[in-house]
Antibody
Framework: EVQLVESGGGLVKPGESLRLSCAAS????????MSWVRQAPGKGLEWVSS????????YYADSVKGRFTVSRDNAKNSLFLQMNSLRAEDTAVYYC????????????WGQGTLVTVSS | DIQVTQSPSSVSASVGDRVTITCRTS??????LAWYQQKPGTAPKLLIY???SLRSGVPSRFSGSGSGTDFTLTISSLQPEDFATYYC?????????FGGGTKVEIK
């Protein structure tokens, strides 16, 4: 059974940093592109970042470029999102997700972790 | 960036009704479109990928169609468990973008 478990969310002040983790199991993690998608309270879905299986290709939404860094550790079946210079508008539930085979859709999702940025 | 316009933003329907949701993209994306279902407090779930391919385990009352810039999700006979919010997503290129969502509510 595929499992994606996010952790690391919490309450931080504007300008502070946070590192999210996603622990994967039940599939060959090293073979899949992985992504982060977020959802602000009461709002729609927003893609944040994607990283290819070997970390050779990395993509970011303009809204987080230069502030967030995605990485992965295939030996530990883990995905990370380092979030710096956090803003109130980064407040959201952050989901990690696997890519669809051969495409850029999101097949399996974790349960999400809430990040709240507030003074 | 490719913009995705989803309509309607909400629809009221009864059990057994046929429901149609549409998405339009600002550029042609071939069939690189996916549909998701999200229930309150839970993560989204992929329903359809490549515009019309049903994910394994998803009921056959869900179907997708379209290519280029215009796409449709159809629920042929709405069931109680289908009341949820639905999102489309263009999967053609980064940045990936989602439609604004359609909330399917009980009439």
């Amino acid at each position: 059974e595929v499992q994606l478990v996010e952790s690391g969310g919490g309450l931080v002040k504007p300008g502070e940093s946070l590192r999210l983790s996603c622990a994967a199991s039940g599939f060959t993690f090293s073979s899949y592109t992985m992504s982060w998608v977020r959802q602000a309270p009461g709002k729609g879905l927003e893609w944040v970042s994607s990283i290819s299986s070997s970390s050779s290709s990395i993509y970011y939404a303009d809204s987080v470029k230069g502030r967030f860094t995605v990485s992965r550790d295939n030996a530990k079946n883990s995905l990370f999102l380092q979030m710096n210079s956090l803003r109130a508008e980064d407040t959201a539930v952050y989901y990690c997700a696997t890519a669809c085979s051969g495409g850029r859709c999101f097949y399996y999702w974790g349960q999400g972790t809430l990040v709240t940025v507030s003074s | 960036d490719i913009q995705v316009t989803q309509s309607p933003s909400s629809v009221s329907a009864s059990v057994g009704d046929r429901v149609t949701i549409t998405c339009r993209t600002s550029q042609a994306i071939s069939n690189w479109l996916a549909w998701y279902q999200q229930k309150p407090g839970t993560a989204p779930k992929l329903l359809i990928y490549a515009a019309s391919s049903l994910r394994s385990g998803v009921p056959s009352r869900f179907s997708g169609s379209g290519s280029g810039t215009d796409f449709t999700l159809t629920i042929s006979s709405l069931q109680p468990e289908d009341f949820a919010t639905y999102y489309c997503q263009q999967a053609n290129s980064f940045p990936s973008t989602f439609g604004g969502g359609t909330k399917v509510e009980i009439k």
